[in-house]
């Protein structure tokens, strides 16, 4: 079996190669032994999969996954025992774990504050950089924050480890230089602004309802408010308390389908959306209170609109080869023409790339904008 260092030592080589690991972490992920915080039993594949592996069926495969860059499930709905349908807890992939620190921009005498403490790697690296003193990680599982807290100590690092809710940040040892968050939201909670200090740094991950989802650096200023741009794409397990079932269909539509719904056709395939995870962001950032689900239909999909007010819906058929779409629309508020007017805007902008959008977070809100703060987009929304 290859020894865990050559492989870590290998790992470190690709991640410095691909330019997401930069000089000033890389003795970090070299010395942090990352499979000594993984369970026995993880779900993981060299193609970025879940397939289950346990250490005393298949010892030599799940080392190699622990120093894989893929991410690693290691709880499945919050603990529950049953069919496993939600990851809840994982160990993130390298090269996002490497890419996030980077964004951090943390030296040595930074204080930082992480939300998401899951299996504790990114914890032993921060402290292995910026010493367990300077470190304080939250955690809402109380069994994940015991694996972690065991795991630390097992690898030599004892970093303040909180079980609690990460949206509430942790007030004993603010104000943070840094806050790194590794589960995403939809709003950033204010206390992250309020124990940040001035000119500290939030990373964060953020998810918008409609989907597509982006990793955000924000900037601290002085009158508590921050603001910055998204950095690069990232699909992260939202928050326990952000997590959005949305109301059952009957709500929206108690009589037989179509009811009283409007019909139109519509040349835009809906699927153009949903298999681009950044025409989905930016839609997203535009209609903030709409969500969609599909259902399989015939040879294609039916995409079904909400909104988060239950007040409108509308349908969108899509099938594989078809010109136009039919599209049914009832309440209100027409969801498919705002959906697609959005999609219209972010191709008319030349589809820009997450880096071009920003958010301002304030103790009440947010707001996203395209390329300035001037240029509010309709992603506005009160913190909760
Ligand atoms: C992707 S994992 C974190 C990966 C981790 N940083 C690591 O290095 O292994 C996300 C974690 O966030 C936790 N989480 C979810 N909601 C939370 C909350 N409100 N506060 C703190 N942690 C939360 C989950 O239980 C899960 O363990």
Redesign the pocket.
């Known amino acids: 079996m290859t020894a865990p260092e050559a492989l870590r030592a290998a790992l470190v080589t690709a991640l410095t190669d691909s330019g997401a690991l930069t000089a000033d972490w890389a003795r970090a992920f070299a010395a942090v032994p990352r499979h000594e915080?993984l369970p026995a039993t993880i779900w993981a594949d060299e193609n970025g999969g879940d397939t289950e592996c346990s250490r005393t069926v298949d010892p030599e495969q799940w080392m190699r996954l622990a120093y894989s860059d893929v991410?690693i499930v290691?709880?499945w709905d919050?603990g529950s025992e049953g069919d496993r349908s939600t990851p809840?807890?994982?160990?993130?992939m390298p090269t996002m774990?490497a890419e996030m620190l980077s964004d951090l921009d943390a030296h040595p005498g930074h204080r930082v504050l992480?939300?998401?403490?899951?299996?504790?790697?990114?914890?032993a690296l921060l402290a292995h950089r910026l010493g367990d003193a300077n470190v304080s990680?939250?955690?809402?599982?109380p069994q994940?924050t015991t694996a972690?807290r065991a795991a630390l100590e097992r690898a030599g690092y004892i970093p303040e480890v909180v079980c609690?809710?990460?949206?509430l940040g942790w007030g004993v040892r603010a104000p943070y230089d840094r806050l790194i968050s590794?589960?995403s939201l939809r709003d950033i909670p204010p206390a992250w602004l309020s124990q940040t200090r001035p000119g500290g740094v939030i990373v964060s991950p953020v998810s918008p309802l409609l989907g597509g989802g982006a990793i955000v650096r924000l900037t601290v200023h002085g009158d508590g408010t921050a603001s910055g741009r998204f950095t690069r794409s990232a699909a992260?397990?939202?928050?326990?308390?952000q997590r959005y079932e949305g109301a059952p269909v009957d709500d929206y539509l108690p009589d037989e389908w179509p009811g009283d719904a409007e019909q139109s056709w519509t040349k835009l395939d809906p699927e153009a959306i949903g298999d681009d995870w950044l025409a989905q962001f930016a839609c997203a950032l535009d209609l903030p209170d709409v969500y969609y689900r599909r259902n399989l239909f015939g040879g294609g999909w039916t995409w079904w609109l909400f909104d988060t007010a239950v007040t409108s819906w509308a349908t969108v058929d899509s099938a594989p080869g078809e010109s136009q779409y039919e599209v049914r629309q009832s309440g209100p508020r027409r969801l498919w023409d705002e959906l697609e007017a959005a999609h219209d805007r972010w191709t008319a902008a030349g589809r820009p790339g997450y880096e071009r959008y920003g958010l301002t977070v304030t103790a009440t809100g947010q707001t996203a904008w395209l390329d300035e703060p001037t240029n509010p987009l309709g992603w506005s929304t009160l913190a909760t």
């Open positions: 915080f991410p290691t709880q919050d809840t807890s994982s160990a993130s774990v992480e939300v998401g403490t899951g299996t504790g790697y990114n914890a990680t939250v955690e809402v599982d994940v972690a609690g809710d990460g949206a590794t589960v992260f397990m939202m928050l326990r308390q």
